[in-house]
């Protein structure tokens, strides 16, 4: 059961990192008229529209890693601070704090970012959503690496 919770905290994760790479880009790098190859069409998605999938997502994906967290405690971490690997553990533990605080970040994301969105925060919802997406990934890259290291 563990494993197939595990699985689906990854596919979760996934979807959650193409949502907020999409409205990340779509911020950062807006589309210029005429442009019509691959990467213009993935910018060009309305921002605003990723905010609750982006809510959601996270929070089922948080809620996800916290139901398999006490297995990977228990196993694959005791497994690598036996074998001396405190950068891999400190690793899992940066990941810890900045999904921690990506969930603390939340409520002021989905405050700025709701309709209508006021002209004089757009550097805000911009600075919000790239930290967010910093974090994610960093998030994602840290547990993909200490699954291929060692699994649930």
């Given at each position: 059961m563990i494993t197939f919770l595990f699985i689906l905290h990854g596919l979760f994760a996934v979807?959650?990192?193409?949502a907020v790479t999409h409205q990340a880009l779509s911020v950062w790098w807006p589309v210029r008229a005429g442009n019509a190859n691959f990467m213009a069409r993935f910018r060009a998605v309305k921002a605003a529209?990723?905010?609750n999938a982006i809510i959601v997502l996270f929070l089922i994906t948080f809620l996800l890693g916290s139901i398999v967290y006490p297995a990977y405690r228990i196993g694959a971490r005791v497994f690598m601070e036996n074998l001396r690997m405190s950068a891999t553990v400190g690793a899992f533990?940066?990941?810890e704090h900045l999904i921690t605080f990506s969930l603390g970040l939340l409520p002021a994301y989905w405050y700025f970012w709701r309709e209508p969105l006021r002209p004089e925060h757009a550097m805000t919802r911009k600075m919000m959503t790239l930290l967010l997406a910093i974090f994610i990934w960093s998030a994602f890259?840290?547990?993909h690496v200490l699954n291929n290291i060692r699994g649930v």
């Amino acid at each position: 059961m563990i494993t197939f919770l595990f699985i689906l905290h990854g596919l979760f994760a996934v979807a959650l990192l193409g949502a907020v790479t999409h409205q990340a880009l779509s911020v950062w790098w807006p589309v210029r008229a005429g442009n019509a190859n691959f990467m213009a069409r993935f910018r060009a998605v309305k921002a605003a529209n990723y905010v609750n999938a982006i809510i959601v997502l996270f929070l089922i994906t948080f809620l996800l890693g916290s139901i398999v967290y006490p297995a990977y405690r228990i196993g694959a971490r005791v497994f690598m601070e036996n074998l001396r690997m405190s950068a891999t553990v400190g690793a899992f533990e940066m990941k810890e704090h900045l999904i921690t605080f990506s969930l603390g970040l939340l409520p002021a994301y989905w405050y700025f970012w709701r309709e209508p969105l006021r002209p004089e925060h757009a550097m805000t919802r911009k600075m919000m959503t790239l930290l967010l997406a910093i974090f994610i990934w960093s998030a994602f890259l840290v547990g993909h690496v200490l699954n291929n290291i060692r699994g649930v």
